[in-house]
């Protein structure tokens, strides 16, 4: 690997330890470690990059971090929505992407993956054995497992399966000092000791670092009818989501506002109803005749809330093509400006003040904020668009993402669903969990990480 001429005696040591062709010095190649998907301006320049193997090459890392107080910033992909992988200035920047390996356990209905490995190639290892590993994020293709793990990722089927903790039973982890810990196994029931497993499960690099992961997987996913329906306003399909949820659990629910529809048209036309205020997009996998009376049901409170067109299809490759409409949202808004991207979420009978409230944020601030949101666990992605070049329309942009924020506070909801505190979230965080509960946070970073190395200003 192509190195920078001037290195310093600090990182020809590091390169004396895990060897020349995992460590990046060159100032150009660094650059395509600095940011997530963010592009964050805050992110600063990394003194190298680090691309270990092996879980002994991450170990030998940090111990050179921590003996030179480096602080060390971990990475998956980058394709992390909240700043939470975006370098800091002088860090060793710690990437996981050569530690791909997948291995699927039939015994045990597990998959021991490395923090490298893309979701959808576990996915794929998994599928090839008639199994499924259930969360799902919106950027599957192209985000890692330990950034999964590192943010507890969701995505569209987590209202009816459940997030990355629920199928985390087993990590791995490096700590501040270099000490790998084994935490849990391939056991579906063990409640010995405190429940580590579950503290390291979206910490963001703050606490330690995966470099393995036991996951549990199920049962292929059974075949699902969708049922799409178009509604005046988002109010009324935010009624409709509640409605069901108090009848029945979908095995998804997505909603994408009328702003959304409208970017993913003019990004790849797909028919989609630009007229609509919103679209629902909702499946049930029930076994049998069971599917058929779930999605009556559905339809049904679907029309009750005001749907002003319903339609359904039991044809998999049909409903998937409206699946890929609500995926290709963030890049379809991406192409309209600069982005702020929001991850709140309320308790699913909030869900209709809190997509209200944005309407008229956005109004308010006279900026843009198209919706997207798995809105059958009240999770919603609102993503304030602004133009980066003017400096007034910045200005209004932060404040209508930090109103957001509040608003989903206010409603006793969440500032992060998903996606990570991060470095662009960490603000509204205190007023969230008060302060007690962060005194305590302080408390458990500060024992697992006392000099403060493991990515310092993200999360907390």
Avoid at 136 to 151: K, L, M, Q, R, Y
Avoid at 286 to 292: I, L, R, V
Avoid at 333 to 338: C, Y
Wanted: with cysteine.
């Amino acid at each position: 690997m192509a190195q920078h001429e001037d290195v310093s005696a600090t990182v020809a040591e590091l390169i004396s330890q895990i060897g020349a062709d995992a460590v990046v010095t060159d100032p150009g190649l660094i650059d395509n470690y600095r940011w997530d998907w963010t592009r964050s301006r805050l992110a600063g320049k990394p003194l190298a990059v680090a691309r270990p193997a092996s879980a002994e090459g991450v170990q030998a890392a940090v111990r050179w971090a921590a003996a030179h107080r480096i602080p060390i910033v971990p990475r998956g992909a980058g394709s992390g929505l909240s700043g939470g992988s975006c370098a800091v200035e002088g860090c060793l920047l710690l990437s996981l992407d050569r530690m791909r390996s997948i291995e699927i356990d039939l015994a045990t209905r597990t998959a021991v993956v490395e923090p490298g490995a893309l979701n959808a190639e576990v996915k794929a290892a998994a599928a090839e054995h008639g199994l499924w590993y259930p969360p799902d994020p919106s950027s599957f293709e192209i985000c890692s497992i330990g950034g999964n793990v590192a943010t507890n990722a969701g995505g569209l089927c987590c209202v009816k399966y459940g997030v990355t903790t629920d199928y985390v039973l087993g990590l791995d982890v490096v700590l501040a000092d270099g000490t790998l810990v084994q935490l849990g196994g391939q056991r579906i029931k063990d409640v010995a000791g405190l429940s580590l497993t579950k503290l390291f499960v979206g910490s963001e690099g703050t606490l330690g670092i995966v470099t393995r992961a036991i996951l549990r997987l199920i049962p292929a996913k059974p075949p699902a009818a969708t049922l799409v329906g178009y509604f005046p306003t988002v109010s009324a399909a935010a009624r409709a989501v509640v409605e069901v949820g108090a009848t029945l659990r979908p095995s998804m629910m997505e909603l994408m506002d009328a702003r959304s529809i409208g970017c993913v048209e003019d990004y790849q036309p797909m028919g989609l109803d630009r007229d609509a205020g919103a679209m629902l997009i909702a499946q049930s996998d029930a076994p049998g005749e069971a599917c058929g009376a779930e999605i009556a049901i559905m339809e049904e409170a679907f029309r009750t809330a005001g749907a002003k067109e319903t339609f359904v299809t039991t044809d998999p490759d049909e409903g998937e093509l409206f699946l890929a409409s609500r995926r290709a949202a963030f890049p379809a808004v991406e192409r309209k400006g600069s982005l702020m991207l929001e991850d709140v979420g309320v308790p699913i009978p909030r869900l209709p003040e809190l997509l209200e409230g944005i309407e008229q944020i956005a109004e308010r601030h006279q900026v843009e904020i198209p919706t997207v949101a798995h809105a059958g666990d009240g999770n919603t992605h609102p993503i304030v668009v602004y133009d980066g070049t003017d400096a007034d329309a910045e200005a209004r942009a932060a404040r209508a993402f930090d109103e957001v924020m509040g608003l989903a506070i206010g409603l006793g909801g969440t500032i992060t669903g998903e996606h990570g505190i991060g470095r662009l979230k960490r603000g509204p965080l205190a007023q969230q969990l008060g302060p007690d509960v962060m005194a305590l946070t302080h408390k458990i970073k500060s024992a697992l990480d006392p000099d403060g190395i493991l990515n310092p200003g993200a999360g907390f």
